[in-house]
């Protein structure tokens, strides 16, 4: 069996839905999801000009898809973002150096595209279009050995996977049965001694809504110092956050070393932006973090993940893909490996939605109670087939 054809185009984006249309029918939804219009900090929230919505400065990018066909009419489907410039990686070079390849060697694949990219660096944009290339791989594997991706990579490590919920939609993450949830945290570093009081009241009034027996993290997505993240971490001792989450920007890893050592009691957690795994193995190096969360759509697929969550294991640190449970992709890596207990679903949707009636994989499993199952369908039962595809390309 050869490769004879990858090929990658824009489509929708089937990670995160709203459900929503302002002023149109709506059915079963309450209100408008919290992110519609939420404030939330993040690393250009010291200009005001930018600082109110993240969609205001970060690009109007298609998601991305790919195909990948061998010879015998076998195929796989792989996703992830930044629609031209992943596409035009995929389609004009990483593609047509792998015609002809073994689509059964993910490892030795995975290792080709990461050596290609090297004149630009594999990490950043070659990272999405490396990782959407190595998703459709390993869907094609488990399609020709008529088995789900999860068995490939090692077979389920648990009955069920245990989910929290992220969002500020607190009420309705409660609703849903998790018992775990996240906040995006609203102010950072510019709103100073404000911006601390702020992100207090918030913790504060989510705290008293869960109650003690719900775990509470914070997401502070690149948008503190060091010493905001501090006295942040000071003020909400009180409210027994399990997590504060990608407080700094991702490359100063000396930032990160300078913040492990003032905050030794407080669990952190990052390496969403993180590409490749040698970022993560400096990270394991310097214990900056207590938890990994690479996006397995962005990092370099599940080939990546699979060796960031060993490496995370030999060194005693724990990963939670990001929005891992977002995608029949993450489902299976995170099901699979023993060393991710937990999943993080991105509550999107409007509450009052059904979770199954906002994602874009039509074959995908969504969390029940707080746990879910992936689906048993080979390769990563995401529901779709070559003809199918058409309806979500744009």
Not at 7 to 32: K, Q, V, Y
Not at 145 to 167: D, F, I
Not at 217 to 231: I, K, N, P
Not at 308 to 334: F, K
Request: charged share 20%; with cysteine.
């Amino acid at each position: 069996m050869k490769i004879s054809k990858i090929e990658a185009f824009p489509i929708e984006n089937l990670t995160i839905r709203s459900g929503w249309t302002e002023g149109g029918d709506n059915g079963t939804a309450r209100r408008a999801p919290w992110q519609v219009a939420a404030e939330v900090a993040n690393p250009m929230s010291r200009y005001p000009r930018y600082r109110a919505l993240r969609e205001s400065w970060r690009g109007k990018f298609d998601a991305v898809g790919v195909l990948v066909t061998a010879n015998d009419g076998s195929w796989g489907f792989g996703t992830s973002v930044f629609g031209p410039a992943t596409t035009s990686l995929v389609n004009d070079h990483l593609g047509p150096l792998l015609l002809g390849e073994n689509p059964m060697a993910t490892d030795r694949l995975f290792d080709m595209m990461m050596r290609i990219s090297s004149p630009y660096s594999p990490a950043g944009l070659a990272s999405y279009a490396i990782s959407a290339i190595d998703l459709a791989l390993w869907d094609l594997k488990g399609r020709v050995l008529n088995m789900p991706v999860y068995e490939l990579a090692g077979g389920p490590a648990r009955e069920r996977q245990y989910c929290y919920a992220t969002g500020n939609d607190t009420d309705w993450h409660m609703e849903l049965g998790f018992t775990g949830t996240k906040l995006a945290c609203p102010y950072g570093a510019a709103d100073g001694r404000d911006g601390l009081r702020g992100n207090e009241e918030l913790v504060a009034k989510t705290r008293e809504l869960i109650g003690p027996d719900v775990e509470l993290m914070l997401d502070c997505w690149m948008a503190f110092d060091v010493e905001f993240a501090v006295r942040l971490a000071e003020r909400l001792r009180p409210y027994d956050l399990k997590w504060i989450e990608d407080c700094l920007i991702p490359e100063d890893l000396p930032a990160h070393k300078a913040l492990r050592e003032r905050l030794p009691w407080m669990t952190l957690t990052g390496g969403e932006h993180w590409y490749t795994p040698h970022a993560f193995f400096a990270g394991a190096r310097d214990r900056v973090f207590d938890i990994f969360q690479p996006d397995i759509h962005w990092a370099g697929g599940l080939t990546a993940c699979r060796r960031i969550a060993d490496m995370a294991d030999a060194a005693g640190l724990e990963v939670i893909l990001h929005a891992g449970m977002n995608s029949p992709y993450g489902q299976h890596l995170t099901y699979a490996h023993p060393n991710m207990r937990w999943g993080e679903y991105f509550v999107g949707g409007a509450p009052g939605l059904p979770l199954e009636n906002i994602t874009g994989y039509p074959g995908m499993a969504v969390p029940q109670d707080g746990y879910c199952v992936p689906s048993d369908a080979p390769g990563f039962g995401h529901g779709f087939t070559p003809d199918t595809l058409d309806k979500i390309t744009i």
